[in-house]
């Protein structure tokens, strides 16, 4: 009984019936409070209506006969209405607390006690409260009969009528007496006992049905499936692992069997393959490259592997300083000992002579081995040969060594910069002779003190974050500016990442080509002489014209209109600007420009460099197709060099039409010159396309090398091209040629669009 009652409180089909009954009942039984006390307040308030409804059917009633004084009718009435079941009492008080009118014809003229439990409502203060709501006028006590009672008091007005009648009060009196009704609570509390009786009955009902469902369920759908659950389970912790849960269900119950299932299969693949990785394990210990012993406190080998056995060969319960080192006796630093006094693993370096003979270097660790107790019952020891790293280590001293002299004798200016901050941690000495710096002044000083203040910035991103930059400009101690090529790269030294920094000085090279564009360009304006003489030509023309007109007209005394005049003067004064305006043009492209990149514009570029060759491309029959795209998003580039690209294309395609047609008759529109501008997401795209005879494909890849050229010898220098070329690329872009024998060329630059 003990043992089936133990069972009974163990058994989750028993906690749970228990604690859904329990809940449940609990809810029910909260619901059936609620819902009686519910039903119980409208019952009561549904009476005390009702009585207080009658109370006042009784005063309106008798009100006439009270107007004329008619005690008769008034008895007659109150005897009437006090006829009905439920009404006990129905008395009317006069202001003395005296008995005037009542059902029951004994009482008439009784004095009761003006505390009395139905006066002492209005009369528990002075002078008497006159108004009262309904609930201060309710009283429910209890009759001699043993049920209850409901009394209601009403306080009876005087009206304006009472005070005129046959039977006058004084107008000041504002009660004139009161209305008592007493009604029985009888079949009220039995409505409401009945209703109690019910509720219970259902309540009890309801549980009982509902438990009976639940155990049902719960036996059928829980218990069952937890039987068979639970016999499988037992079964896997046998070793079963390929038992089957049959649960016939598809809820959690079908799920968790599934699961089971799904579980021994895998807990016997996982055992399969704990086997596999046991024996793997096994073999790794035997075959692993480095050498691996199992040693007790006394340093005697327990167990080792076959890398030790084949380079020691150790003898039968030998130790391990005997076999390592043929010792007798224990290393003076043994990290095995350190790890059975501690429990901690620790690494040393060993040197040991080999089966061979031969010296070797071994990295030692050792790890303590502990049975389920905890105790450290063997220590590990893993040995991995280092001697080739001993030599390698050698080795690097050497290297090490004859790099820094690499390092220290270079001919370039090195730095070694923090990542972070650019502080020059280290410098050869070249430093001193490029910016004037002994290496003391320079270390831990930012790489930034050898820029401009208002460049610091600027560099200090770039540094940062591109592996070249070209043509930075920086000072020396004196304060001289210098024209240097950065190259970065990441490196790392003692331990921490760096920049390595070069900057060769590349400041002649950049005067020397400063001075061969400039030659270029002197070079392009000598071949522009002709084509700015027909320029000027015309505005010199119209001015001449003009001045012979005027010399004319005064010889002969002859007076000149002053319309004439005036559109005369304009004339001379518009050709005037034209031919200012083109001289100030050749002498700015003749000077000197720097080597700054700004924003420019590339179809202002454009057009300003083909001012000076529109009249000549006229003359000379060359008609120019501009498709340019307006709004070209802003590029980097220096205007002036710009503007001798540009210029040099120009030229090219002029005297590849030339050539092509010096001999041949052409027809209207086949001589011509193509300008398309146009951008993606990325870059501005600028196409120069003549008809000319084209470039062939042998030598496309050559036309952008220094002194080469097609044209014969004296006409040209070879050079237009490779400074073109040298100048795209100052701006970040590139410059290449497509070209088709017979079918012209077509020059194709690109420039990227700064973010």
Known sequence: MLKYIKNLRNSLVSKLIL??????????????????????ENIIQDTVSG???????????????????????????????????????????????????SNKTSEVNERTNIKAEACDICHRSEPPIVDLSLPERIRIFDSPKGYRLLGIISPIHNEPGCSTGCHVH???????????????????????????????????????????????????????????????????AKGDYNTQVIVDQ???????????????????EKQAELNRQRDEYQNLFELVPCLITVQDKNFKLLKYNREFDETFGPEPDDFCYHAYKGRDKKCEI???EKTFLTGRSYFSEETGVQKDGTQAHWFVKSSPIRNSEGEIVAAMEISLDITSRKQLEEKLIQSEKKYHDIFRNIPNPVFVLDMETLEILDCNERVKDVYGYSKDEIINKSFLELFKEEEKDQYATRIKTSAVINRAK????????????????VSESEGQKVLLVTTPDITRRLETEQQLIQASKMATLGEMSTGVAHELNQPLSVIKTASSF????????????????????EEIDSHVDRAAKIINHMREFGRKSDIKLVEVQVNEVLERAFEIFSQQLRVRGIDVIWDIKEDLPMIMANPDRLEQVFINLFVNARDAIEEKWKSKEYKKGSKKITFITRSDKKQVIVEICDTG???????????????????????????????????VKECGGNIEVVSDNNEGSCFVITFPIPD
């Not at 020396?476 to 950065?486: A, V």
């Not at 005027?550 to 003067?569: C, E, N």
């Open 51 to 101: 009585t207080d409804r009658l109370g006042t059917t009784i005063k309106l009633g008798t009100h006439y006969a009270m107007m004329l004084n008619s005690r008769d009718d008034i008895n007659q009435i109150i005897q009437n209405i006090g006829k009905q079941k439920e009404i006990e009492n129905i008395r009317i008080y006069n202001k003395d607390g005296e008995i005037k009118f």
């Open 170 to 236: 004084p107008e000041d009196k504002k009660i004139l007496g009161a209305l008592d009704l007493v009604v029985s609570l009888k079949e009220t509390d039995e409505e409401i006992y009945n209703f109690e009786k019910g509720i219970f009955a259902l309540n009890v009902f309801v549980f009982l049905l509902t438990s009976t469902i639940i155990f049902i369920f719960v036996l059928k759908f829980v218990n069952r499936p937890i039987k068979r659950l639970i016999d499988g389970t037992r079964l896997i």
């Open 19 to 40: 604690t859904v009954g329990i809940t449940m009942l609990l809810g029910i039984s909260i619901w059936a409070y609620f819902s009686i006390k519910y039903q119980k």
């Open 334 to 336: 043994c990290p095995v």
């Open 693 to 727: 005879p084209g470039i062939p494909k042998d030598i496309s890849d050559k036309i952008f090398e220094p002194f080469f050229t097609t044209k014969e010898v004296g006409e040209g220098t070879g050079l237009g091209l490779s400074i073109s070329y040298g100048i």
């Open 550 to 569: 005027f010399i004319k007209k005064i010889k002969k005394k002859q007076r000149i209109r002053d319309d004439i005049l005036l559109s005369l003067s």
């Open 474 to 489: 920086c000072m020396n101690k004196e304060g001289r500016t210098l024209f240097i090529s950065i190259r970065i790269s």
């Open 250 to 268: 598809d809820d959690e119950m079908g799920q968790l069997a599934i699961a089971i299932n799904k579980m021994g299969r895998e807990i016997d």
